[in-house]
Every structure is written in C-alpha cells, then in structure tokens.
C-alpha cells in the first residue's frame, strides 16, 4: 500500500464558515508531507480532523487502505497518529517522563513502573537521537527539548505518523536545524510525517511533497525537488510575488531614541528588562533579534507609554519621555505599530474611518472647537485605504473587524505613518501575513527610514531582521547583549547571540 493515510475531499464548516473544502491529502510511507498555506487557510483545521479533534462534514479517511472514523484522539492514537501541537500540553512541575505517562499512567506498581517508562523513554530518545533526559523537570528544559519531549510522548505511545502543527515557530536557528535532523531520523526509521508550516525555505529543506492549500480550497500537490519558492508562494497566495528587498545604504543622522538603562518589570513585578541601553538615529533602521519572551514586549510597552519604567530613561528628540501617558508619548513623535492589533491597535467594533483618527480625532483639522468634522474624518481615511491599499468591503463605514489581518495591519501602517512620526516603532509587523503584504509592509518600513525617520523593528524572524534592518541589536535576558551589522553576520551567528551564547564561546 503505497499511502499511509488518505484525505480525500475533507469539508469541515464551522457554523456556515467552510474552513476546508473539499481538500485532498495523501500521505505516503516514509515521506515528510508538508501542509503549506497562508495564516487561517485551514491547515491546523485540515490536521485537527485527522488527529480526531473535530469531525468532518464530508469526505473519507483512510489508514493503509481502510476506511476509518475517528472520532477523537484515543482513536487517532490506536490507528498509530500522533500530534505535537503548535502550543507544548506539558505540566511545568512533572518531570518528562511524568508528563509522557501521563493519561496513560500504569496502574498498579507506580513507582516501579514509572522506572520502567523511564527507561523506554531514555531508549527512544536515544534510537532518534533526541538527547532527552527522562528525569528533568518540564520547567527546566528549553522550549526545543520540550518541543521534543512532545515528540517522545507520541512515539511513547506508539505513533507511526507523526504531525507536526508550525513547530519552527518559537525555536532558534540551531534548535530548528536540529529538529530539521530529527525528522529526518524519524523517516529513517520508517515513520512518515505531516508538516505544518508557511516557511517556504523549511519546505525546500526538508520535505518530499507539498500539499498547497488556499482560503480553505485544496490547490494541489507537488514535488518538492520539482517545484521552487517562487512557485509555491504564488500557489499559496494566488499571485506572484517579490522575495527581495531592494535597499540602499543607510545614512544614519542623529540619535532619535535613547534608551538608558532601562529596568521594566510585568505585571508579577518580576524584570523584564534589565538595565538595556539602545540607541535609534535618523534615516535608520534598528532591528531587535531575540526569542520571544526576552523582554522585547516590555521594551516597547515602556517607549510607548505602555508600561511603567522602574529606573533607567527614555530620551526621544533630547527630551525625556519616561513615564509620560501614551498619548504625550505619541504626541512627542512616535509612531507605533503594536504586536497584538487587536489589543493595542485596533478597536475592532469601530469602522475604519475612525480608527484611522484614533489618535488625532481631537486635533485640528480632524476636530476644531471641540467639535469632530466628519468630511475631515472620511477624507483622511480615503487617503489612507488608497494609499495603503487597505482592501474593505465598505470604505471608511466598514467595521475593522471585517478586514483581514493584512489589510487591519495596512491600516495601522498607514494611519501611523500619516502622523509622520520622528520614531516609528514596528513589532512583529508582518507576523501571520502573506508573502505579498509582508512585501509591502518591508518597504514602507525602507521608505521611512529614507525619509531620514527613525525605525524601530522588533522581530522573531531572522529573515525579516537580516533584509531589513541596518544594525542589528540582539536582545536576550532582558539586555542587548550585542549590536551587529547584518552585511556582516550569520544567521548562525545570529542564532548563538539570541540564545545566550556570548561571543567567546560561553554561555551566559
Ligand atoms: N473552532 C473554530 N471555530 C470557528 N472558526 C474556526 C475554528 N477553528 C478555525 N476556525 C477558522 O477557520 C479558518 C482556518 O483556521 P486554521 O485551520 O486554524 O488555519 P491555519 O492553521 O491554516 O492558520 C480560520 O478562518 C479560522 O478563524
Ligand atoms: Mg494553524
């Protein structure tokens, strides 16, 4: 039997929305499958059937040939299909080996048996060369080896197909090609493995074939070694598209923002940022590279007003900014484009008109007297959607919720950059968006930046970092911990920074 599972024609609606349509997969013995489409396009959907998640409303499933229903985990597992999920289920406080036995805990003889399990996990780990230690705690481990004790725990359990959900997303660059390496050890023994993921340069390394699926619809299959990024970008978005980003040198001019040893804190009070010093000048653009989590989001929750700073200055234009209310902070020249949009940049029930005059309804020529003059309103915000290209169903009238994250996101990039700010600060501004609004969104971070402004850009993707920004700050632990020009580094070299490998070799 040449096919270890078939999809065939899968429909899965969610209340009227069909979030996959009539898609087809076939999986063979042996092969690394990925599953490629753009952020919503129904992948997680496509693989949560499978794994016995949610039921599908039309189609067949068939494991080595025979029909099957399943109809939730239990079943996906006894047909040997396992899952690491895009979000680890592991229990901080357990060790590993707890965590793999757990739900299916052997009964009687707890202790001995749990020796027992530990000791089949330490033979798995070391047949696929996972390098696990049976007995550490979940919450001591590195994101990577959790991500690998989620391996462990499906292979425990007897997997023969494994899925992946977008694992790359939260690893470093080192982790990502070990894992890259993993999968192939696992199809050298005879597994076969689904791959989630958008990253086309992950497909070309290491897949066999590429399912293509778009809004929903299957669009294909193709051969890896016979097709291109180029030509899976434009079956995953439906156009062609641009890879580079065309840059001239920068000229930096005056320090813009000036961050002094800066201590910020969450909300547990616990240091976030940890006495950082950084500087943006005129006419550049400054990329943060780190992993999530190393205290990028309350460094610029701190710049924009956000979060309260413990000690340390922010100095904007020469003047001090620390502390100051969001809307001074905006006022003194920053523009913002936030992490979560729908947090902080949008409010989702308001149409874009307003939204576009959320920070500026209350000055001149938006309002005069205290009174908001509507034909102003709408004129600005025609300007914005034409400029931007923010596809809407209803203009100015439709609600923001109603966009789609590329177009809620042009929006924001338009309505900040508008006020013509001195700093434009910009985190994760192309996360979850296709390759064509990412083009996009690359240049008029580039157009900024030529127009002498200062660019904060703040990014898990190394890419985006490397073709982007002109000097490269590593932010890990809550400090910069280097600053890099990005004509001069590696994403190796990159990738050791971000973890806290300084330069000499040793760990921090
Ligand atoms: N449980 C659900 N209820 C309603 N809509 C959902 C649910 N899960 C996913 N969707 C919608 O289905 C579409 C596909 O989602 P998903 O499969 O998660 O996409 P992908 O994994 O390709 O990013 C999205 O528009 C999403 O909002
Ligand atoms: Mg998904």
Not at 93 to 118: C, D, H, R, W
Request: aromatic letters at 4%; a neutral charge; glycine letters at 10%.
């Amino acid at each position: 039997m040449e096919y270890v599972i078939e999809m065939l024609g899968i429909r899965k609606e969610f209340g009227g929305f069909v979030a996959n349509d009539n898609i087809t997969l076939q999986l063979k013995k042996g092969e690394i499958h990925a599953l490629l489409g753009e952020n919503g396009a129904g992948k997680s959907t496509l693989m949560n059937v499978l794994f016995g998640l949610y039921q599908p409303e039309g189609g067949e499933i068939r494991v080595k040939g025979k029909t099957v229903k399943i109809t939730d985990p239990n079943v996906a597992n006894g047909l040997g299909i396992g899952m690491v999920h895009q979000h680890f289920m592991l229990v901080e406080n357990f060790t590993v080996t707890e965590n793999i036995i757990l739900g299916s805990e052997p009964t009687t003889f707890g202790y001995i048996k749990k020796k027992q399990a530990a000791k089949e996990i330490q033979a798995l780990s070391e047949k696929y060369g996972l390098d696990v230690d049976p007995y550490a705690k979940i919450e001591d481990i590195t994101v990577g080896m959790q991500q690998r004790v989620e391996i462990l725990k499906t292979l425990y359990r007897g997997a023969e197909i494994l899925i992946f959900d977008e694992p790359t997303a939260s690893l470093t660059p080192q982790e990502i090609t070990e894992l890259m390496q993993i999968m192939k050890r696992l199809i050298a023994e005879g597994k076969s493995i689904v791959l989630i993921t958008h990253k086309l340069k992950e497909i070309m390394e290491v897949s066999d074939r590429v399912t293509v699926i778009r809004k929903g619809q299957g669009i294909g299959t193709v051969v890896t070694a016979e097709t291109s990024p180029t030509e899976l970008a434009e079956l995953m978005v439906g156009r062609q598209v641009e890879f580079t980003t065309v840059k001239t040198d920068a000229t930096p001019g005056e320090v813009i923002l000036d961050v002094k040893d800066l201590v910020v804190s969450d909300y547990r009070n616990i240091n976030k940022v940890k006495g950082l010093n950084l500087n943006v000048r005129a006419g550049e653009i400054v990329g943060i590279a780190g992993i999530d989590g190393n205290g990028q989001t309350e460094l610029i929750e701190a710049i924009t007003g956000l979060a309260k700073v413990k000690s340390g200055e922010i100095i904007l234009n020469n003047k001090k900014i620390t502390n100051l209310k969001p809307r001074k902070i905006t006022e003194a020249g920053i523009g913002h484009i936030p992490q979560d949009r729908h947090k902080h940049g949008l409010v989702l029930d308001f149409t874009i008109g307003h939204n576009i005059v959320l920070q500026t309804y209350y000055q001149k020529p938006i309002s005069t007297k205290g009174m908001m003059d509507y034909k102003q309103v709408s004129k600005k915000a025609n300007q914005i959607i034409e400029e931007y290209d923010v596809r809407t169903g209803n203009g100015e009238n439709t609600p923001a919720r109603a966009l789609s994250g590329g177009n809620q996101q042009k929006a924001i990039i338009g309505r900040e950059i508008n006020r013509n700010p001195d700093l434009l600060i910009a985190a994760l501004p192309t996360r979850g968006l296709d390759v064509g609004a990412i083009e996009f969104i690359h240049s008029r971070l580039i157009e900024q930046r030529d127009k002498g402004k200062a660019v904060l850009l703040i990014s898990f993707e190394l890419d985006e970092v490397m073709n982007v920004s002109d000097r490269i700050a590593v932010i890990y632990d809550g400090t910069i911990v280097d600053e890099l020009n990005p004509k001069q580094t590696s994403e190796q070299e990159l990738g050791l920074l971000m973890a806290g490998h300084s330069k000499k070799g040793a760990t921090n």
